[in-house]
């Protein structure tokens, strides 16, 4: 069974960058897509982006202009950095495991935006 | 970008009813790529259809996915105290970016 665990941290102050890792376990990360999404408290679901094993990338454009993927296949960990955030990024993230629907999520983890 | 609303916002039923949720999207969705997922509190969202009509891994056949173009429909045949949570429709036929409706909350009446 496939695993997915985010980590980074849980305070970021505006305007700095925001970075998560996310660790899969149970399976490797190739030849996966594999997304992050986050949820505002209280609010819906937004995809933020995926990103391929290869290390090919596609973003919302709504954000592209501040979102960075990486992956690291020996590590079988991917990685999000979003830049010059502010308290509307405010949210839980999410990784998962997909490039259209995503069928493995990771538990989430929440990044407040605040100084 | 293609929108999705979903309805109702929110569906009051009792546990062994019918649950019947709709999701329209703007647009024609390419190749009925359409997914829905139950998300319950405090826990990320679960797959439960995808290609419009395909059940994930695991997922009981009392849910079932319909719909084609820009309407689709997700079916709880008859529920069970576990399904009462928030469903989300997504489209990734038109894809970036993979949009998802605002949700339908299932709650117990």
């Known amino acids: 069974q496939v695993q997915l665990q985010e980590s980074g941290p849980g305070l970021v102050k505006p305007s700095e960058t925001l970075s998560l890792t996310c660790t899969v376990s149970?399976?490797?990360?190739?030849?996966?897509?594999w997304s992050w999404i986050r949820q505002p408290p209280g609010k819906g679901l937004e995809w933020i982006g995926y990103?391929?094993?290869?290390?090919?990338?596609n973003y919302n454009s709504s954000l592209k202009s501040r979102v960075t993927m990486s992956v690291d296949t020996s590590k079988n960990q991917f990685s999000l950095n979003l830049n010059s955030v502010t308290a509307a990024d405010t949210a839980v993230y999410y990784c998962?495991?997909?490039?259209?629907?995503?069928?493995?999520w990771g538990q989430g983890t929440l990044v407040t935006v605040s100084s | 970008e293609i929108v999705l609303t979903q309805s109702p916002g929110t569906l009051s039923l009792s546990p062994g009813e019918r649950a019947t949720l709709s999701c329209r999207a703007s647009?024609?969705?390419?190749?009925?790529?359409l997914a829905w997922y139950q998300q319950k509190p405090g826990q990320a969202p679960r797959l439960l259809i995808y290609d419009a009509s395909s059940r994930a891994t695991g997922i009981p056949d009392r849910f079932s996915g319909t719909g084609s173009g820009t309407d689709f429909t997700l079916t709880i045949s008859s529920l069970e105290p576990e399904d009462f949570a928030v469903y989300y429709c997504?489209?990734?036929?038109?894809?970036?970016?993979?949009?998802f409706g605002q949700g339908t909350k299932l709650e117990i009446k």
């Open positions: 998962a495991r997909g490039g259209w629907y995503e069928d493995f």
């Open positions: 149970g399976g490797s990360i190739s030849p996966h897509y």
């Open positions: 990103i391929y094993y290869s290390g090919s990338a």
């Open positions: 647009q024609s969705v390419s190749s009925n790529f």
């Open positions: 997504q489209q990734y036929g038109s894809s970036p970016p993979n949009v």
